[in-house]
């Protein structure tokens, strides 16, 4: 969570052990890569400054990778509350199809995507209901 510490002493937890899951996709790989980075730098500072404070690890992971969960989470809230009515929009609109891949390949993230759902239902359901997708999509 928000306030969760992530380093204790010459301890730092990342990946699996910090809980670093997508909310949405339940993907980890990416976030335990980023936070194994972001341990990486943290640690080098500390021994170029021959110190163990590792509390700036956790504040760089509340600052860079929380946020990205929070509106993950959002969106799965969103999403999975009506799953047909989702799925059914995904598979047929190619506007929602780009901007969700836009999030898992790094293009944009879950807040853009999140944002851009929030802002345009009736577009989608124009989209949907007058344009139909009929590509080689979900």
């Given at each position: 969570?928000?306030?969760?510490?992530?380093?204790?002493?010459?301890v730092l937890l990342a990946g699996d052990a910090a809980n670093m899951a997508d909310?949405?996709?339940?993907?980890?790989?990416?976030?335990?890569?980023?936070?194994?980075?972001?341990?990486?730098?943290?640690?080098?500072?500390?021994?170029?400054?021959?110190?163990?404070?590792?509390?700036?690890?956790?504040?760089?992971?509340?600052?860079?990778?929380?946020?990205?969960?929070?509106?993950?989470?959002?969106?799965?809230?969103?999403?999975?509350?009506?799953?047909?009515?989702?799925?059914?929009?995904?598979?047929?609109?190619?506007?929602?199809?780009?901007?969700?891949?836009?999030?898992?390949?790094?293009?944009?993230?879950?807040?853009?995507?999140?944002?851009?759902?929030?802002?345009?239902?009736?577009?989608?359901?124009?989209?949907?209901?007058?344009?139909?997708?009929?590509?080689?999509?979900?």
């Amino acid at each position: 969570g928000s306030s969760d510490v992530l380093h204790a002493g010459n301890v730092l937890l990342a990946g699996d052990a910090a809980n670093m899951a997508d909310p949405f996709l339940g993907e980890g790989i990416y976030y335990a890569l980023w936070s194994g980075k972001i341990a990486a730098e943290v640690l080098l500072a500390q021994w170029k400054q021959s110190s163990l404070d590792l509390s700036q690890y956790t504040r760089r992971i509340h600052q860079e990778i929380l946020p990205h969960f929070q509106y993950a989470e959002k969106l799965a809230r969103l999403i999975y509350r009506m799953p047909k009515l989702s799925t059914h929009l995904l598979r047929r609109s190619e506007a929602m199809q780009k901007n969700l891949f836009g999030v898992i390949s790094g293009e944009s993230t879950y807040q853009d995507f999140y944002d851009w759902i929030r802002t345009r239902p009736l577009d989608i359901a124009a989209e949907v209901i007058f344009h139909p997708y009929r590509g080689g999509g979900v």
